[in-house]
């Protein structure tokens, strides 16, 4: 966003940008509204919107939308318009078609697209009553269009835009002119329904993206390759880590048995982690009483993201969506001095919550999940050194796990929002000065972000940016002065007072779905060996092999060494070459000569030939590889 003086109020903000020599401009932002540049206005500093602003990179997409529907419109006169929004990556637009579209179709309309951004036609704004409107759309066969103006309410400003032979219904703001987009690709297609309601009619959905520069949009088109090939649900099915089925509900993944080794050795590791710095673990059931959440407030700020409550025997339950209740009860269990503190409890929770099945994907959003979650109650003098412990062991974990582009953001609260956060100014004052102090002592770096607290305490958050997509949180550790005393829970302290402790909420790995999710898409799902589902394929060559090989085989397992044989009837290079798709780091060729010398002619998944070794120094060297947690593709 680029700020400039606005003097010569005659001159219109397009010419007021050139006149700066303001790059990529999409449109301004003039009071905190975003108009078009075609226009001019009273105010005396505009702020120019370029293609690296969001709200500019709308514009641009959104102007790009129009020029999709009206190459649709020459190319199928017959189609009818719906909706085309901008999206946070390009674009896309719903039409009602008779025959749904082609890859060849995208390609024609790619090649009028581009013919209408040659013909620079300018986009001009008009405004007209609801009956005219209403009118216009009638006439011009848009039967979408007529039935959202319809339902708008009375008095509202109706737009719309024209660009050459085509008009189009929209608020917008656009770009001046259809020349001003530079590169454009249509990625997909995807049907959909009319306001997104199955009982409505079906449309075809044309996905595109946009971009000022062919060099901008071949290096987005790289990255999306790139993507697909680390999705996680595409490597979740290729080495079968985890399925879905309709059947069994959205959003409720199955592990399958490479998943489940992952799943259950990232949870060995963390508890074992966790114990040696003194946390007990427990185990508690995954609903519980309405009342539970009242009592926590959760009822009151996350019941739309709860599961229905279910009525027995005259009580109510609710799937559990978080665990800090329960843990709060076993605190309560019984009296607690002074000396016991602090106390961490931690548990590996299944927690469910009722994500909308638009936001599902994979396992990194889901309708249920297991949090690494823990709580530890402790004394106010102890907040220091526990939220220390907790970041040096987030630091360990990432360390083990080979993650560095990430960083740490203070979440706070927003004081004039009065419904989102537990009603206590002088709690929430005191956890934040508590929660800035304990960072500047341990010298952690941090930006604050006002408004990402949790209701009931402020939290430090661990932002990862992946290899692909945007940054989003992977750890937090949360400071507590609210729910202990929800719970009145309590300690003796040294003067034989009940003081309330205070709790931090802690998850290191978040929830050990989204996990798996991130180091599969971060590793191209080319685990480190020690969290390799199979870490030795081995593979005779002929069957005259196979008795050396399930020997081999016996010798590893013993040792604890995941391996499997192949034993198809199939070329070396072919088993090879399939060992390496299924990403297993270690493949051990058995020929003739190895049996004879009791051998291995060892190969890696990515560095290939290793050598010929005895069987004794294999089993030493990735034992060594598996205890160290070395990371290598």
């Given at each position: ?118 013909e620079d036609l300018p986009l001009k704004r008009f405004e007209l009553s609801k009956n005219e409107a209403v009118k216009l759309m009638e006439e011009r066969k848009e039967p979408y269009k007529v039935e959202m103006i319809k339902n708008l309410p009375e008095g509202e400003v109706i737009s719309f835009y024209e660009q050459g032979e085509f008009v189009d219904f929209c ?372 069957d005259q092999q196979l008795d050396y090989a399930q020997e081999v085989c016996n010798t590893l397992l013993e040792k604890g060494i995941r391996v499997k044989i192949d034993a198809r009837s199939e070329k070396m290079g072919y088993k090879i ?57």
């Amino acid at each position: 966003m680029v700020r400039v003086e606005y003097l010569d109020h005659k001159m219109s903000l397009l010419e007021l940008a050139s006149k700066n020599n303001i790059k990529d401009v999409c449109g301004a932002k003039v009071d905190g509204k975003v108009i078009d540049l075609n226009r001019t206005t009273n105010s005396k500093f505009v702020d120019f919107l370029t293609f690296d602003d969001k709200e500019g990179r709308s514009i641009y997409s959104h102007t790009t939308a129009h020029i999709l529907a009206q190459a649709v419109k020459r190319l199928y006169p017959d189609c009818k318009l719906t909706i085309g929004p901008s999206i946070e990556n390009g674009f896309y637009y719903d039409f009602d078609v008779k025959i749904p579209f082609t890859e060849e179709d995208l390609v024609k309309l790619e090649e009028e697209m581009k013919k209408i951004i040659k013909e620079d036609l300018p986009l001009k704004r008009f405004e007209l009553s609801k009956n005219e409107a209403v009118k216009l759309m009638e006439e011009r066969k848009e039967p979408y269009k007529v039935e959202m103006i319809k339902n708008l309410p009375e008095g509202e400003v109706i737009s719309f835009y024209e660009q050459g032979e085509f008009v189009d219904f929209c608020r917008g703001p656009h770009l001046p002119s259809t020349g001003r987009v530079n590169a454009i690709k249509l990625t997909s297609m995807s049907s959909a329904y009319w306001k997104g309601d199955s009982r409505n009619q079906s449309l075809q959905r044309v996905y595109g993206i946009s971009f000022p520069s062919q060099s901008e949009l071949d290096e987005y088109l790289k990255n999306l390759e790139e993507a697909k090939q680390r999705d996680h649900r595409k490597l979740g099915k290729d080495l079968e880590i985890f399925m879905t089925h309709d059947l069994v509900g959205k959003g409720l993944p199955m592990y399958l048995p490479n998943g489940y080794i992952i799943w259950e050795l990232l949870e060995n590791y963390i508890k074992n982690k966790e114990k040696k710095i003194g946390y007990t673990h427990v185990l508690t059931p995954p609903l519980g009483s309405v009342e539970l959440y009242k009592t926590s407030g959760h009822w009151e700020h996350y019941k739309d993201g709860m599961f229905p409550k279910m009525e027995v025997e005259g009580e109510e339950f609710v799937l559990r969506p978080m665990n800090c209740p329960h843990h709060m009860m076993i605190y309560s269990n019984k009296m607690h001095s002074y000396r016991d503190l602090p106390i961490r409890i931690g548990e590996i929770a299944r927690d469910c919550r009722f994500e909308a099945s638009g936001t599902l994907k994979g396992i990194e959003r889901v309708r249920t999940f297991c949090q690494n979650d823990a709580h530890l109650f402790l004394t106010p003098e102890q907040i220091a050194d526990e939220f220390k412990r907790v970041v040096n062991l987030i630091l360990e974990v990432y360390k083990d796990l080979n993650i560095k582009n990430y960083h740490f953001e203070l979440s706070l609260r927003d004081p004039e929002d009065k419904v989102k956060y537990h009603p206590d100014d002088e709690m929430w004052d005191n956890a934040e000065a508590k929660l800035r102090q304990v960072l500047k002592d341990i010298k952690i770096d941090y930006v604050e972000k006002i408004g990402e607290a949790a209701f009931y305490g402020p939290k430090l958050d661990v932002q990862v940016k992946p290899a692909v997509g945007n940054e989003y949180t992977l750890s937090t550790c949360q400071l507590d002065f609210c729910l202990p005393a929800k719970f009145d829970l309590k300690y003796v302290d040294s003067n034989g007072e009940k003081k309330t402790p205070v709790v931090i909420h802690r998850a290191v790995f978040g929830s050990i779905d989204r996990f798996i999710a991130y180091y599969l898409e971060e590793t191209k799902g080319a685990l480190p060996v020690w969290l390799a589902p199979t870490q030795v394929k081995i593979i005779p060559i002929t069957d005259q092999q196979l008795d050396y090989a399930q020997e081999v085989c016996n010798t590893l397992l013993e040792k604890g060494i995941r391996v499997k044989i192949d034993a198809r009837s199939e070329k070396m290079g072919y088993k090879i070459r399939a060992a390496q798709e299924e990403k297993i780091p270690y493949m051990l060729v058995l020929g003739k000569k190895e049996a004879e010398n009791s051998e291995l002619s060892v190969r890696h998944r990515s560095r290939g030939d290793v050598g010929v070794m005895s069987i004794k120094k294999f089993i030493s060297s990735i034992t060594e590889e598996i205890k160290a947690k070395t990371y290598g593709v």
